[in-house]
């Protein structure tokens, strides 16, 4: 698509909460253009036989996720005013889905996927497990040089290095008897991404155990 079939790109930071969270990433991207065509946004189109809307989303959270930190990028054939797009896309929006804030960006910056660096999670550990014992895993955990891990990828059984992907993660005090949380701030790169799950299995935890969520990515400066 060349520069002259889009005039505006618009950055919109929504949350995804309820039975939401268990919709896959694609259906999320068919919820946004439903409520886009719905509200009437002036859309720029793709080229080429099947065309779609002009939007980009950001590297989507795993299945069972809640998060208050999704983007979408959309480009548009005119320029509207930030808030009164965001105004008519809420009232046409879908149920789990919450818009938080617009802004104008650089039609012609990078892709949303080459600007994150890293992801912010809330974990709530829905099962009773002793807070001091957690903490001294966490603590080896941060102390280790590598953690060897395997998943597989592409059918195949491929051996990965954990450690370089948590930049930081802490146990939070709490009172007996409360869930324990843990705050974890994961690589969010191109070609370095942290897993919560993958975390949780180290820590000799079920991820089924957990309520997962989302709370803040950092972007990079374009």
């Known amino acids: 698509m060349s520069n002259a079939e889009y005039v ?13 969270r268990f919709i896959s990433h694609l259906d999320v991207a068919r919820t946004w253009e439903r409520a886009l065509n719905r509200a009437k946004i002036p859309m720029a189109y793709s080229q080429g036989f099947n065309q ?10 795993p299945l069972g996720t809640t998060s208050d930190f ?12 930030p808030a009164h797009a965001m105004e008519r896309i809420t009232e046409k929006m879908a149920p789990g889905i919450k818009l938080l804030d617009i802004n104008e960006v650089p039609t012609g910056g990078k892709k949303l996927q080459v600007l994150t660096k890293d992801s912010t999670f809330q ?15 966490v603590a080896e955990l941060l102390a280790a040089d590598e953690i060897l891990r ?9 051996q990965f290095d954990l450690r370089p992907m948590v930049y930081d993660l ?12 843990m705050v974890a701030r994961l690589a969010l790169e191109p070609s370095l991404t ?16 957990a309520k997962v969520h989302r709370s803040h990515v950092t972007l990079m400066e374009e």
């Open 8 to 20: 505006q790109r618009l950055r919109i930071r929504f949350s995804k909460f309820g039975p939401t």
């Open 52 to 61: 779609r809307p002009r939007m980009s989303f950001m590297t989507a959270t």
């Open 70 to 81: 999704e983007i979408v990028d959309i480009w548009t054939k005119e320029v509207l005013e």
């Open 123 to 137: 974990i709530t550990i829905t099962e009773e497990i002793d807070r001091d014992e957690l903490k001294q895993k």
């Open 150 to 158: 395997e998943r597989v990828v592409k059918k195949k059984l491929k």
């Open 170 to 181: 802490e146990v939070l005090d709490g009172e007996d008897g409360e869930p324990i949380t």
């Open 194 to 209: 942290g897993r919560v799950d993958q975390v949780m299995l180290q820590l000799g935890l079920d991820p089924l155990d």
